[in-house]
């Protein structure tokens, strides 16, 4: 069997890329089992135990490890914690320890809390190993993970969407479309099945005639369009959007921005619109393959909640709401 070339193992050294997440409330439970002896047990209760108090120490260890697991796991990214607790309970030959860690953050803090409890149990392990020999740590195991993408059930599977490219240049064929091409491939990533693609020219009547077209009549329950949304004088595709738009959204249309600007300053120029009209949301997006691919990891899947409410579906059950095709 031929083992890899040490200079082949270089190319994977390398760590994942999460700049194109966003911040959520992240939370994370874990455990970890200590079998000792029945006369440990008692000589803990009892506060007779040669190395000082054990509980306390072993609580501040699983701290103080949970805010250090990046340096102690490799691909683990540094990680603000907002809040760290350690619990001890002692049973009748057994301790187990429970963390439970918070963030505000692109990445989960699972590892932060499963090396919290690994770290208290070891430090119990060194604290009472002078009175116990035969301990033995049975289990460190992740309880519960919360936050970020994979908490959220909502699909785009079921759902219709259209993608407009907004572009005199393109729709003159000057230029190739990369934006609109990439957009139909991100949502048919997201499970949605696109019924329409096309490109035209930056005119406001026409595009507001197609957007109510799509709307009323072929009654897509998505559209995006790539592209009309800065500040030259041909850039109409938010007055469009407006005056076809019900409802606006001005959430999505902030989280866009915000992501954006974030990543690339001149993100502040784009006046992109989100909005309802009937049953359909829109949403406008710059009209480069940059600003399609923020836009995209800036709401998604977090905005197909509103398909699930505007079917009758309310904050808490909107999760359970079937989609159902058209």
Known sequence: MRLPH?????????????????????????????LVSRSTIKAI????????????????????????????I?????????YVDIDIS???????????VKAIWKTGVEMEALVAVSAAALTLYDMLKIID???????????EKKGGKSSMRETGKGLRAAVLVLSDSASKKKRKDLSGKLLVKKLRELQLKVTHYEIMP???????KRLEELSDRHKVDLIMTTGGTGVSRRDTTPEAAIDVIERRLEGVEEAIR???????????????????????????LPGSPGGVVDGIH????????????????GHEGATRVKLSTK
């Open 6 to 34: 040490y200079f082949d193992l270089q190319k994977n050294f390398s760590m994942r890329d999460i700049s194109s997440k966003y911040h959520t409330l992240r939370s994370a439970k874990a455990a970890a089992t200590l």
């Open 45 to 72: 209760k009892s506060g007779d135990v040669p190395k000082a108090d054990p509980l306390g120490v072993a609580k501040i260890a699983g701290i103080q490890a949970a805010k250090s697991t990046s340096l102690l």
């Open 74 to 82: 490799p691909y683990c990214h540094q990680v603000p914690l907002d």
């Open 90 to 100: 002692l049973e009748r030959n057994s301790i187990t320890v429970m963390s439970e």
């Open 133 to 143: 020999d035969r301990m033995e740590i049975i289990s460190a195991r992740l309880l």
């Open 202 to 208: 930056d005119d406001r009547t026409a595009i507001v």
């Open 258 to 284: 915000a992501f954006g600007q974030a990543r690339i300053s001149t993100a502040m120029l784009s006046r992109g619109i989100a909005g309802i009209r009937g049953k359909t949301l829109i949403i406008t």
């Open 298 to 313: 800036a709401v998604f899947p977090a905005v197909l909640h509103a398909f699930a409410m505007m079917q009758g579906g």
